[in-house]
């Protein structure tokens, strides 16, 4: 069976549905395949850190209203390391602020808005081909979650499908560059049922490794752990991670206490940054963790996913409905030039706080850490880059 739409979107999380619902505003239709099902899509627990340029993007698209009802606004956020705790206000410093909105309230959001626009979507789609992305007569075929081949046939197609999609794939390997840091840790994280026992994120550097302690709503924590990549997660037991996080957290401010609960979710998370060049090929336009994935510590995955999108809805506008391909030819440079800041960005951030080398190098860590609380000028830098650069950063 044959589809036609102007823009294929392959991917139904978080990039591929806010471009879809950019597009829509702007009267261009769209089809999205995903292969996952659409709860697995909405339960699927990632960021939870919306820079300021987000957030105001939500808003405008008009996507924000729980948003702005439920999340909550931080100002800054707090860096430790055994006996001294410091906050950065990243309002005073950088003019503005972050937002904790989990990624699954997000893609609630843009799902709820795609189902209102009665816009078409394939979930657990299967076979996922893209063909001909150098010609004007791009395609993707697919077999659909009732077993029927499909083709779908459009102007442009869209890879919002991830580090593991088909897109990337398909740019070939003669036009296609990349770069990849393999870190020798990794995140246990946890979630739990208990209060925040604090205002904003603690960052804590500790010779045992590094933890942080985050949040997702008034009632529910968010916390990590540094382990190594190869962790069992089976030799973690709830009393090992509580004793740890007390150990690691309770370090920076004598008197501070941790709160525990009941933990409901524990994962291991690999750390890693990948960049991938062109995110232009023809009629192939990558946005997201197909083209780039950051190591979480920066917390900028999710906001590079919606600065790509933005930045790619204005040039497919412009392209298809005003016959101006300024914007598409030059989408691939310009989001790199954010892409390569947040990458280093969050490199930075990864390699200052997690043991990773012998105690020399912990001592350099702990001399950019007082560098950084104490010098207006680098905890500026900081501020500016947590709280996000401008999307269409130059």
Same mark, same amino acid.
């Given at each position: 069976?044959?589809? =036609?739409?102007?823009?294929?979107?392959?991917?139904?999380?978080? &990039?591929?549905?806010?471009? %879809?619902?950019?597009?829509? *505003?702007? #009267?261009?239709?769209?089809?999205?395949?995903?292969?996952?099902?659409?709860?697995?899509?909405? %339960?699927?627990?990632?960021?939870?850190? *919306?820079e300021a340029s987000t957030v105001d993007l939500l808003k405008q698209a008009g996507v924000g209203t729980r948003l702005a009802a439920e999340s909550m606004e931080h100002r800054g956020i707090y860096l430790q390391w055994p006996g001294e705790r410091h906050h950065l206000d990243f309002v005073k410093l950088a003019g503005r602020s972050v937002s904790v909105y989990g990624q699954t309230e997000v893609t609630k959001d843009l799902m709820r808005a795609r189902e209102e626009a009665g816009g078409q979507a394939f979930y657990e789609a299967s076979e996922v081909e893209l063909h001909d992305v150098g010609t004007d007569r791009p395609s993707v075929t697919f077999v659909d979650s009732d077993g029927r081949p499909q083709r779908l046939e459009a102007e442009v197609i869209a890879g919002c499908d991830g580090f593991h999609g088909p897109s990337r794939g398909a740019i070939p390997d003669?036009? =296609?560059?990349? $770069?990849?840091?393999?870190? @020798?840790?990794? $995140?246990?994280?946890?979630?739990?049922?208990?209060? @925040?026992?604090?205002?904003? *994120?603690? /960052? %804590? $550097?500790?010779?045992?490794?590094?933890?942080?302690?985050?949040?997702r709503s008034p009632r529910v924590s968010r916390f990590y752990l540094q382990v190594r990549p190869d962790e069992d997660i089976a030799e973690w037991s709830d009393d090992r991670v509580w004793t740890a996080l007390t150990t690691r957290l309770e370090a920076g401010e004598p008197g501070w206490r941790l709160e525990t609960g009941r933990i409901t979710e524990k994962s291991v998370l690999p750390m890693r940054s990948f960049v991938t060049t062109p995110m232009r090929h023809g009629r192939l336009f990558l946005? #997201?963790?197909? !083209?780039?994935?950051?190591? @979480?510590?920066?917390?900028?995955?999710?906001?590079?996913?919606?600065?790509?999108?933005?930045?790619? %809805?204005?040039?497919?506008? &412009?392209?298809?409905? #005003?016959?101006?391909?300024?914007l598409a030819e030059s989408y691939s440079d310009t989001a790199l030039r954010r892409v390569w800041r947040c990458t280093h960005f969050s490199w930075w951030m990864t390699t200052m706080l997690h043991r990773h080398g012998d105690d020399f190098d912990a001592q350099l860590q702990l001399s950019q850490l007082r560098r950084t609380v104490t010098a207006e !000028?680098?905890?500026?830098?900081?501020?500016?880059?947590? !709280? #996000? *650069? @401008?999307?269409? /950063?130059?």
């Open positions: 069976m044959a589809t =036609r739409t102007r823009v294929a979107i392959i991917g139904a999380g978080p &990039a591929g549905l806010l471009l %879809a619902h950019l597009l829509h *505003l702007e #009267g261009i239709d769209s089809v999205l395949v995903e292969r996952q099902s659409a709860s697995y899509v909405q %339960a699927r627990i990632r960021a939870g850190i *919306l003669a036009v =296609r560059d990349t $770069w990849e840091r393999e870190y @020798p840790f990794a $995140w246990l994280g946890v979630l739990a049922e208990v209060a @925040p026992s604090t205002d904003e *994120l603690i /960052y %804590a $550097w500790h010779p045992d490794g590094f933890a942080m302690h985050s949040m946005a #997201g963790d197909a !083209a780039h994935i950051v190591p @979480p510590t920066g917390a900028k995955g999710l906001n590079l996913a919606v600065a790509d999108v933005a930045l790619l %809805a204005r040039a497919l506008t &412009a392209w298809l409905s #005003g016959g101006s391909t300024e !000028a680098a905890a500026t830098e900081l501020a500016e880059n947590y !709280a #996000g *650069l @401008p999307i269409g /950063y130059q």
